[in-house]
């Protein structure tokens, strides 16, 4: 049954009530199951307050009876407990019905009752005046915590106490003091029914509650898990033309004359500004669903990312006339980089774009066990109402045109959304003309110290196989490529590109993620290595560079990068794969005697 049909069903019966304490066939079912369920998780508790009680009072038989009257009621104990003991055994089978299960649990609860009533007359056969008190407590603990259904419960208790008025009847016991324990029985019965239907009425609509609590939660996950699907799909979708685009706009600023090129630089701005206006579009609505983006905090070095993301500021921030500071020791911190470096980014270009200021630092400070990470600048600053506001949605204190150039306003909801998944705590700290500090809260880590990298790479060069089953990205990509000096085979499928490998074996391997035939772009590279017989370098690129993606791409050594393609960052990354394949086949092609 559909979650529609569910809910349609639960209102009805909402609506129609349960004054008798019966729901529909298809409901009563399910919340028979679940009030067993109950029953079974509470057994253990109450089989050994039964327990305890036949135990005691069978020592009270002993202590305060004759020996001969405490013998002749010690069967009766017996009795009693085993039937708990029964019952409690075979309600525990994960094989028993429901229904026989709550016929044994209550046919404990009848035997116990009729047991303790035949003590007491027993008793008094003998001569001892046995008070009623005992059969008083059972009424008590069935009607109170058995959770037994009204009827079974009234059932039982109602025939044991009956079973007691009949002895006394036929013991010949008249008079007042029948009526008296007999009005007695009575009014607790009446009493304990009014409770447990009370009891069980209540239990009824709280479940109903919570069966439609249950059924909003999983419509919410549903709709959470579409939304994600949908993101994913329109982030492929979208962004595979821009990632085109970005790519022939490269290419026409590497030719043509100068006209041409500042033409082209223009253009390749503009797709760079509406590749970051839906990255950012995309990263909000993925952080505000549950699940949507999580973190996979590892130990990292953290100055070569705070060194990067400067560097990436650096041609804005010349052009701005702002100074860029960094004061960072070689220290480690536990984070999940990715996230931590697009949350960092987001406060640099919030900063270049809004702050006005003449000097921008990013610094790092130990404090304890945590590092005190801090993005501060002197700019206009901010007041306290502007501080409340300026973490909303599309909020932007000094945009009112709406200008795009200025982003969306997106840029701090999307810190504050990065920082509660990293679990970084963030603090603002601003007055109006003394410039905004936030800072960050990391938890300190070790790192291995890593080698320097090379100096003086060579010239881009190397063989390339590419992967990619749009026609147009493929175009565009195999073009920059080859025109950075690289060999390229363009295939559309694994198919094209397994005929290809046998012809030249490359020395690199990019391949899209989203594939048309069956599988996705980490198996073709898997095919291709297999086939080629070695561990090629291999590049995946992916419009959604989800951490579960990125888990897949770690232990396959695989690099992922993210669409729109950089061609700044796709060059630099194409010198680290392919410079020590140039330097093994220099070396293979020495002279022995050199």
């Given amino acids: 049954m559909n979650f529609e049909a569910q809910e349609r069903l639960l209102l009805a019966q909402?609506?129609?009530?349960?004054?008798?304490?019966?729901?529909?066939?298809?409901?009563?079912?399910?919340?028979?199951?679940?009030?067993?369920?109950?029953?079974?998780?509470?057994?253990?508790?109450?089989?050994?307050?039964?327990?305890?009680?036949?135990?005691?009072?069978?020592?009270?038989?002993?202590?305060?009876?004759?020996?001969?009257v405490s013998l002749s009621v010690l069967p009766l104990r017996l009795l009693a407990l085993g039937a708990v003991l029964l019952a409690f055994v075979y309600c525990r089978r994960p094989s028993a019905s429901p229904q026989r299960s709550l016929v044994a649990y209550a046919g404990a609860y009848l035997c116990t009752g009729a047991c303790v009533a035949a003590i007491i007359h027993l008793a008094w056969r003998q001569g001892l005046a046995l008070p009623y008190d005992g059969l008083f407590l059972i009424l008590l603990f069935g009607y109170l915590l058995l959770g037994l259904p009204l009827r079974a419960i009234s059932l039982c208790s109602w025939s044991f106490c009956l079973l007691f008025v009949g002895l006394c009847l036929g013991f010949g016991e008249t008079g007042s003091?029948?009526?008296y324990q007999g009005l007695f029985l009575l009014c607790a019965n009446l009493i304990g029914t009014v409770g447990a239907y009370m009891q069980e009425h209540g239990q009824r609509s709280a479940w109903l509650n919570l069966r439609l609590l249950n059924l909003a939660r999983l419509r919410a996950e549903a709709d959470d898990a579409r939304k994600l699907r949908l993101l994913?799909?329109?982030?492929?979708?979208?962004?595979?033309?821009l990632n085109a685009m970005g790519l022939f706009a490269q290419h026409l600023v590497e030719q043509g004359d100068a006209k041409t090129r500042r033409i082209s630089s223009r253009l390749a701005a503009s797709v760079e500004q509406l590749g970051r206006l839906l990255q950012s579009l995309l990263d909000y609505s993925r952080l505000t669903l549950p699940g949507g983006i999580q973190a996979s905090p590892q130990p990292f070095a953290l100055r070569p990312l705070l060194e990067r993301l400067l560097g990436e500021m650096a041609p804005q921030a010349r052009q701005q006339g702002l100074q860029l500071v960094l004061d960072c020791a070689d220290l480690g911190v536990r984070s999940d980089p990715l996230l931590l470096e697009r949350l960092l980014r987001n406060l640099l270009h919030n900063a270049l774009r809004h702050a006005r200021a003449r000097r921008l630092s990013l610094s790092a400070r130990p404090a304890g066990e945590q590092l005190v990470l801090e993005v501060a600048d002197d700019g206009r600053g901010l007041s306290e109402?502007?501080?409340?506001?300026?973490?909303?949605?599309?909020?932007?204190?000094?945009?009112?045109?709406?200008?795009?150039?200025?982003?969306?306003?997106?840029?701090?909801?999307?810190?504050?959304?990065?920082?509660?998944?990293?679990?970084?705590?963030?603090?603002?700290?601003?007055?109006?003309?003394?410039?905004?500090?936030?800072?960050?809260?990391?938890?300190?880590?070790?790192?291995?110290?890593?080698?320097?990298s090379p100096e003086g790479a060579p010239a881009l060069r190397g063989r390339i196989l590419l992967l990619e089953d749009d026609a147009t990205g493929r175009e565009a990509l195999a073009g920059l490529l080859r025109r950075w000096g690289c060999e390229v085979q363009a295939c559309a499928d694994l198919a094209e590109a397994l005929a290809a490998l046998q012809c030249a074996p490359p020395q690199l391997l990019i391949?899209?993620?989203?594939?048309?035939?069956?599988?996705?772009?980490?198996?073709?590279?898997?095919?291709?290595?297999?086939?080629?017989?070695?561990m090629l370098p291999a590049l995946l690129i992916s419009a959604d560079l989800s951490p579960e993606l990125q888990e897949r791409c770690l232990p396959a050594h695989v690099i992922p990068l993210g669409k729109p393609l950089?061609?700044?960052?796709?060059?630099?990354?194409?010198?680290?794969?392919?410079?020590?394949?140039?330097?093994?086949?220099?070396?293979?092609?020495?002279?022995a005697d050199a």
Avoid: C, K, W
Avoid at 566 to 576: D, E, H, I
Avoid at 577 to 589: C, T
């Fill in 14 to 68: 909402q609506r129609r009530g349960y004054a008798r304490l019966r729901f529909v066939p298809a409901l009563e079912g399910e919340f028979a199951a679940h009030r067993l369920q109950r029953i079974r998780r509470r057994l253990p508790l109450i089989v050994a307050t039964a327990v305890l009680f036949q135990l005691v009072y069978a020592l009270l038989d002993f202590l305060a009876m004759p020996l001969a």
């Fill in 511 to 534: 391949s899209d993620y989203r594939l048309a035939e069956q599988g996705d772009g980490l198996q073709a590279i898997e095919r291709l290595r297999e086939a080629a017989g070695q």
């Fill in 385 to 452: 109402a502007e501080q409340a506001l300026v973490f909303e949605e599309f909020r932007q204190l000094d945009n009112p045109g709406r200008n795009a150039e200025r982003g969306l306003g997106l840029g701090l909801a999307i810190v504050r959304q990065l920082a509660e998944v990293l679990e970084h705590p963030l603090q603002l700290h601003s007055q109006p003309g003394v410039g905004a500090r936030f800072v960050l809260l990391l938890p300190l880590a070790e790192v291995p110290l890593q080698p320097p």
């Fill in 232 to 241: 994913a799909a329109a982030s492929h979708d979208l962004r595979q033309p």
């Fill in 566 to 591: 950089l061609p700044a960052r796709l060059r630099q990354v194409l010198v680290a794969q392919l410079q020590p394949r140039q330097r093994l086949s220099r070396v293979d092609e020495a002279p």
């Fill in 177 to 179: 003091e029948l009526a």
